[in-house]
């Protein structure tokens, strides 16, 4: 973001864990400059994950936050598991971050901060701008299940995951009704796919 900065150190003190071998992904501390909003933060201190259950779990649990920002990321990685951003999508960093949770095997979390996020207070967003946030995390959801589907992932985590977000768009749709707000065509279509297929997920477990 144009805003915000790295420290100095940044790149080496990221990189430092790397003398000891390769990694998928290594993050680092964030500090929140100009708001006493609360963001996602990282929470696992100096470590080092070896599984995927483990780095998975620890995004599901919000333990590293889904920014794309302050994170080295192996370049051979990505190309071979394909993980780029969607075109004209809002929240693709969320998309992104889980398909990368999804995939990685080994992750370092740096324990220090190493960028500096400055949030702006007159950014709160209008009705408009919600609306177009809910209807992108929608959209993000369907995604999701879709990159699950087309890579015959399976695991108990990807669906708690996706129905807690789910239920965050639910309850603005919910809310937008009883408001008497007016919802698009694609978005209620988008919405409809999802609760379908979540829906159809959690009876087959049953």
Sequence with gaps: DSDDYISSDCISKLAAPLTEGNCD???GKYTILGSNIKFPTLKLGNKKLTCNDD???AYVRDEWYMMAWNKLCN???I???SLYFKEGLIHEDDLWSFQYACWAQS???VDVSTYYYCAREDSIMGASAKMSSIKNHSLVLKYMINFLDSNHLI???YCGHLRNKYQIVRNFLVKSVSDGIRLDQDFLDTFRYVST???ADKG???
């Design 79 to 81: 190309k071979s598991h």
């Design 204 to 206: 087959a477990k049953d």
């Design 107 to 109: 992750l370092i979390s």
């Design 75 to 77: 370049l051979s990685f």
């Design 197 to 199: 297929r979540l829906d």
């Design 155 to 157: 695991h108990p985590l």
């Design 25 to 27: 992904i290594v993050i």
């Design 55 to 57: 780095i998975l779990g």
